[in-house]
């Protein structure tokens, strides 16, 4: 698994223009053996759910180990912790000491990734990496195989470089179990928290603004979710002999839905609130482009679409269960049940946002439909501060890699435990960059990295470890 390319003698420069040459050249001389790496990482399937074999996990959180021993830690640990009854998936702690007066760098990324789905959807095997017009495809390969070793990149080109005292403290954190919520991430810091300590965290697991223009993304929105059930009859019954005086259960199902957004498309449920986005200029037609929205189909609420995508609330049904229609008969179907995940605002509290939406949905229950909600998942938002050293350093090394202005964005996504970390470690400076574009279809069919970019990314994590360094 491990390829680790030779580097050849070189001395590093003081900082300047022959410092960021020399790092160019170290960086691109382990490019070939990234690449070779990242393939190997994709085959392995390791799907979290727990409906997949997850002896793929173990196998792949060993790889992760041996590849972080590889780049030259000296010590690299599989880990696992526990949640009541409920024990994690293993993770991989690595640990480089901090020279004297340099700051402690943690750098997280997860192994796990999204079931493939149904074969057929892909072009290409979703565990076989497959090379296309500059991309590579696979599951995983963006997100977030390519940030592991983004982290394995930037270490295999920097400690051999680095002397003893020189560099910044190093902390790899590759979790395996981030594609299924991180149900144990509390456990993992209360269990490692002197271990995962960092002035500076950087979070590979979000994207870029383009492809060829690197991001940081600066906030995230949160997550709520829960299980609305809509109950009208004890029983079927015959449709044409009983409907009329009352609707049936998934009708009125549907109307509750309706409620939940006004006539704009806003969100119309009391009790929550919105943010400024950051300043981009994210316009319709490329979003339109991005999501692959159908002509003619008109985009929902107001103000701007980052505002819409990033610092506002946003609902969805994404599950619902009735009779299917190749089962169906001429019957009132008595009860419907469907799943409705709500996106929310950069400091709203979920636990306010869940009260306020089980609020709406028992309050607007039509026709005196009995409506019972059950609470699921809560996910912290998060916003950055962006006036660290840091950030500045972060914003330079990625301009520079990428040959453009580093743009700073929000991501419409929840990553509930960069909240978590930020709680834990309110002083660390937290930076959540990414490499994934537009295009990379991350948990869908034909996910993607494109390669050009994934080379980039590389180089700006070795600059702003290096420069995060030349900062003492």
């Known amino acids: ?53 997850q002896e793929h996990v173990a196998t792949s959180a060993r790889a992760v ?3 972080l021993r590889g780049a030259g830690l000296p010590r690299v640990d599989v880990v696992t912790a526990r949640e009541g009854d409920l024990e994690s998936n293993p993770a991989v702690i690595g640990h480089r000491p901090a020279p004297a007066g340099a700051p402690t760098v943690l750098l997280y990324a997860h192994h796990d990734v999204q079931p493939p789905g149904e074969g057929a959807d892909w072009s290409s095997p979703a565990f076989e990496p497959t090379e296309r017009d500059g991309r590579l495809y696979g599951r995983g390969a963006a997100d977030d195989k390519a940030g592991v070793m983004a982290h394995v990149h930037a270490l295999r080109t920097l400690l051999p470089l680095w002397g003893p005292e020189d560099g910044v403290g190093v902390t790899v954190f590759v979790e395996g179990e ?13 269990a490692h928290r002197e271990a995962l300590a960092a002035d500076v965290i ?11 223009v690197p991001a940081i993304t600066t906030t995230l929105r949160g997550l709520v979710d829960c299980d609305v059930t809509v109950e009208v009859l004890s029983h079927a019954v015959h449709s044409g002999v009983n409907g009329g005086p009352v609707l049936d259960a998934l009708t009125c199902l549907a109307r509750l839905i309706a409620t939940l957004h006004d006539e ?20 319709e037609e490329m979003y339109r482009s991005d999501a692959g929205l159908l002509p003619g189909v008109r985009l929902a609420g107001t103000g701007t679409i980052a505002d819409r995508l990033w610092t506002k609330p946003a609902i969805s049904v ?36 869940m009260t306020a939406l089980r609020r709406h949905l028992v309050a607007n229950a039509p026709l005196g439909a009995r409506v019972t909600v059950h609470d699921g998942d809560e996910g912290q938002a998060f916003s950055a501060d962006t006036t660290s050293r840091a950030h500045d350093v972060a914003r330079a090394a990625f301009a520079e890699a990428y040959g453009a202005p580093t743009v700073e964005m929000g991501m419409g996504g929840s990553i509930p435990f960069v909240a978590d ?52």
């Not at 003698?9 to 790092?23: I, K, Q, S, V, Y």
């Not at 981030?178 to 209360?190: K, M, Q, R, V």
């Not at 950087?202 to 060829?212: C, F, L, Q, T, Y």
């Not at 537009?438 to 034909?446: I, L, N, T, V």
């Open 1 to 53: 698994m491990c390829t680790v390319a030779v580097v050849t003698d070189l001395t590093l420069p003081t900082p300047g223009p022959d410092r960021t040459a020399a790092l160019r050249a170290a960086s691109a001389a382990q490019d070939g053996a990234t690449r070779a790496d990242l393939e190997a990482l994709v085959r392995i399937p390791s799907v979290s759910a727990r409906a997949f074999d």
């Open 65 to 67: 180990a041996e590849l």
């Open 178 to 190: 981030e594609e299924i919520g991180s149900p144990t991430f509390g456990a993992f810091l209360a």
């Open 202 to 212: 950087v979070v590979a697991d979000s994207g870029n603004w383009r492809i060829g």
């Open 264 to 283: 704009d498309g806003d969100v119309a449920v009391d009790g929550l609130h919105s943010s400024a986005a950051p300043l981009v200029d994210l316009t």
């Open 318 to 353: 994404i599950g619902l269960d009735a009779t299917p229609v190749d089962r169906a008969s001429n019957t009132l179907i008595p009860s419907a049940r469907a799943k409705v995940s709500m996106r929310t605002a950069p400091g709203q509290d979920p636990a306010a946002a």
């Open 421 to 472: 970390l930020a709680a834990v470690y309110p002083d660390a400076a937290i930076l959540v960059t990414g490499v994934e574009d537009p295009d990379s279809r991350a948990h869908g069919a034909d996910e993607s990295l494109h390669l050009g970019d994934f080379a980039h990314a590389c180089l700006g994590e070795v600059l702003l470890l290096d420069g995060l360094a030349a900062g003492r």
